[in-house]
């Protein structure tokens, strides 16, 4: 995820660790909770909903998790498949993913109110749900 999140300009002082901001995320997305209900110890909650908000907007969290499916397929370049009829049969593969997701309460329930934060938020709980996969 390195390569695509932001390094400071200089100009408005030191970010805070990117690390401590994607972990408040995560919790968030996990719990549904409101963003000022954040724990403290991971940093003021303006700064990570404004965070959520920036890479939301700018799409980091769509190129992380499409480099992460990129990687997974390995060798196969992410072409999609053929039509497999057997493989259509097993439809639900997708919506087991769908519950998945929706494991996660802040994708549930929808609490964000702009549809773009929303998808930086069920791309952070897709990343989640692939890397304990």
């Known amino acids: 995820m390195r390569p695509?999140?932001?390094v400071s300009n200089g100009r408005c002082g030191r970010w805070r660790d990117h690390r401590q901001v994607i972990?408040?995320?995560?919790?968030r997305v996990r719990t549904g909770a409101q963003w000022r209900a954040l724990p403290e110890r991971f940093g003021p909650?303006?700064?990570v909903y404004e965070r959520h908000r920036l890479w939301s907007a700018?799409?980091?969290w769509e190129k992380?998790?499409?480099?992460a499916?990129?990687?997974r397929k390995g060798s196969r370049g992410g072409r999609p498949p053929g039509f497999d009829e057997e493989r259509y049969r097993k439809r639900n593969t997708v919506e087991r993913a769908v519950n998945r997701l929706k494991?996660?309460?802040?994708?549930a329930t929808r609490y964000d109110k702009?549809?773009?934060?929303?998808l930086g938020t069920t791309a952070a709980a897709a990343l989640t749900v692939w890397l304990r996969a």
């Open 58 to 60: 700018d799409g980091t």
């Open 64 to 67: 992380t998790d499409s480099q």
């Open 23 to 27: 972990d408040g995320i995560l919790h």
């Open 4 to 6: 695509f999140l932001l």
């Open 114 to 118: 702009r549809a773009y934060v929303y």
């Open 45 to 47: 909650w303006k700064t």
């Open 103 to 107: 494991q996660c309460r802040a994708v």
């Open 69 to 71: 499916a990129r990687l």
